[in-house]
């Protein structure tokens, strides 16, 4: 590692934001999923030059740091049922993993116009619907919270393999649409299940070498301090809150989605 070089080549002042934006992808990671809207287009600034899955290697090593931190904080004040936790966890694993390999065939531009019209869709149903996520809605059988949760894992497991921004956004809507979790519990278990994900497609990335380790580390750290602010304040504040920051996420993908299929 030559933290050095770094700075000698790309100076303090692109470094420093770097990790600025990086604090800010890591809090509203933890609120509400979503970093990587923030995190990967401040690493295409800094490194336009790069390969694209050399930044989202580098993206997905600062981002399992924050969020592993962030599930940790969540796991104190929020009861997981374990069973189900690690049967989503496995089928999103090997998704991610086949969606990490996907992307060395297909470019990560054809997902962008279907992900638009979920997130519109997303957006409007959210907005309408007020009570949303503000309490537990369903009891379902844990059978069929399994089955529901294993499907939710395998695409939104493909997708964060496969592209990844949002990932933790779908994750809790998921959550809370189909199991009928409120949005605290479902940003608890979208953080443990994100994780996850990261580390199944980071095999594949950091098997093909495509990271830059200085600027992961430097990011991570960032990232970390970042997620243990948004967990502590979302765990403070309540559904309302998560409920909030969601929506102006979401819109965010959104405006950022549009912009790349019409504009970039």
């Given at each position: ?74 796991s104190k004040r929020i009861k997981f049922d ?79 393999g496969f592209f990844g921004p949002g990932t ?35 095999l594949v990335f950091i098997w093909n070498g ?55």
């Open positions: 590692m030559d933290f050095a070089q770094i700075f000698s080549d790309y100076g303090f002042i692109p470094i420093i934001l770097l990790a600025c934006f990086s604090f800010f992808a890591g809090f509203i990671d933890a609120v509400a999923g979503g970093g990587g809207l923030i995190q990967l287009p401040a690493l295409l600034v800094t490194l336009p030059n790069t390969h694209i899955p050399t930044l989202l290697g580098t993206n997905k090593i600062a981002g399992l740091a924050g969020t592993s931190i962030s599930a940790y904080q969540y374990y069973k189900l936790l690690f049967i989503i966890s496995g089928f999103t694993f090997f998704a991610s993993f086949a969606g990490a390999k996907t992307l060395s065939y297909i470019s990560a531009n054809t997902l962008k116009p279907l992900m638009l019209v979920i997130l519109l869709i997303i957006v409007i149903y959210t907005f309408f619907k007020k009570d949303l996520g503000s309490v537990q809605t369903k009891t379902l059988p844990l059978k069929k919270q399994i089955i529901l949760g294993s499907i939710l894992g395998t695409i939104v497991g493909f997708y964060d933790g956004s779908f994750l809790m809507l998921g959550f809370v649409l189909l199991l009928g979790f409120e949005f605290i519990k479902a940003s608890a278990y979208s953080k443990f299940i994100n994780c996850i994900a990261n580390i199944s497609a980071l495509n990271y830059i380790l200085e600027f992961a580390i430097i990011m991570a750290i960032c990232n970390v301090i970042g997620n243990i602010c948004g967990s502590n304040m979302a765990l403070k504040r309540g559904n309302k809150f998560i409920r909030g920051f969601f929506l102006i996420i979401v819109s965010m993908l959104i405006l950022r989605f549009g912009y790349d299929i019409f504009f970039a």
